[in-house]
Nanobody, 128 residues
Framework: QVQLVESGGGLVQAGGSLKLSCAAS????????LGWFRQAPGKEREFVAA????????YYADSVKGRFTISRANAINTMYLQMSSLKPEDTAVYYC?????????????????????WGQGTQVTVSS
């Protein structure tokens, strides 16, 4: 079983940047596809970005494309989300998730039910 722990959340002004980390333990994440989701108060959890096992292929929600960058460092069992040009509507709890039997990168990664395990989340608040 893989445990995921997010970190790096906090309070930032609109237009600022923040980098989230997702550290995995329990087993190597080599061969595990990973993704980021977020959930704002009163809203459904929504897809943000996903990355293939090698890190060579990525997939983004339209709302963050061009502003957020997902990456991973398999050697240290960690995934990242670099967030730039942040907007108040990016305020949410951000969750990382993993998939043990990856599919080809695409829209399937935008579905919550695709993933096998989740972290506990980290709060990101963007002030206007």
């Amino acid at each position: 079983q893989v445990q995921l722990v997010e970190s790096g959340g906090g309070l930032v002004q609109a237009g600022g940047s923040l980098k989230l980390s997702c550290a995995a333990s329990g087993r190597s994440v080599t061969g595990v596809a990973l993704g980021w989701f977020r959930q704002a108060p009163g809203k459904e959890r929504e897809f943000v970005a996903a990355i293939s096992t090698s890190g060579l292929t990525t997939y983004y929600a339209d709302s963050v494309k061009g502003r957020f960058t997902i990456s991973r460092a398999n050697a240290i069992n960690t995934m990242y989300l670099q967030m730039s040009s942040l907007k108040p509507e990016d305020t949410a709890v951000y969750y990382c998730a993993g998939l043990l039997s990856p599919y080809s990168m695409g829209s399937v990664y935008a579905k919550r039910e695709t993933y096998d395990f989740w972290g506990q989340g980290t709060q990101v608040t963007v002030s206007s």
